[in-house]
C-alpha cells in the first residue's frame, strides 16, 4: 500500500543548508545514540508524510516510540518543551498513523527529546508518552 511517504534512515555526513539545520542535525544524532544506549532500537529518522514528520521512530520492546527532537538555543521564547504546540502533536500524529498503517499497528507512544544549548554536554530531557493522540 502506497502512503506517499519517504523513510529516511540516514544522516548526510555534511549537514546541508542554514546552521540551524545543521544544529537540528546534530541534535537529532546526539539523541539517536542516546536512545541506543538506553535500549531502544532506532528504525528511522526524517519519517516525512505530506503535512507531517516524526524526527525518530524507534522501538522499545513492542512499542513504537516516535521521538520529537527539539532544540534551544536559548530560553528567550520559552524552552524546549514550550515549542511543542498542538499543532506541532497533530503533525505528528498525522505522520504516526501512515507509519503505522505502514508497518503495521503496534502500541506505540510520543516521546520528546529537548536539548538546551548546543554543547555537546547540553543534558537530554526525556519526556516519555509525553502526549496522545486522543
Known sequence: ????AKDTTTTPAAPAGSSRQADGQLAEARVAAHLER??????ARNYRVKGG???IVAREGKTTVFVEVR???NDAFGGAAASITRSKQQRLILAARH????????PCRFDCLLLEGRAADAPITWLRDAFSAD
Open 1 to 4: 500500500m502506497k502512503t506517499g
Open 38 to 43: 538506553q535500549g531502544l532500537k532506532i528504525l
Open 53 to 55: 514528520e516524526i524526527d
Open 71 to 73: 532544540l534551544r538555543r
Open 99 to 106: 507509519w503505522l498503517q505502514a508497518h503495521g499497528e503496534t
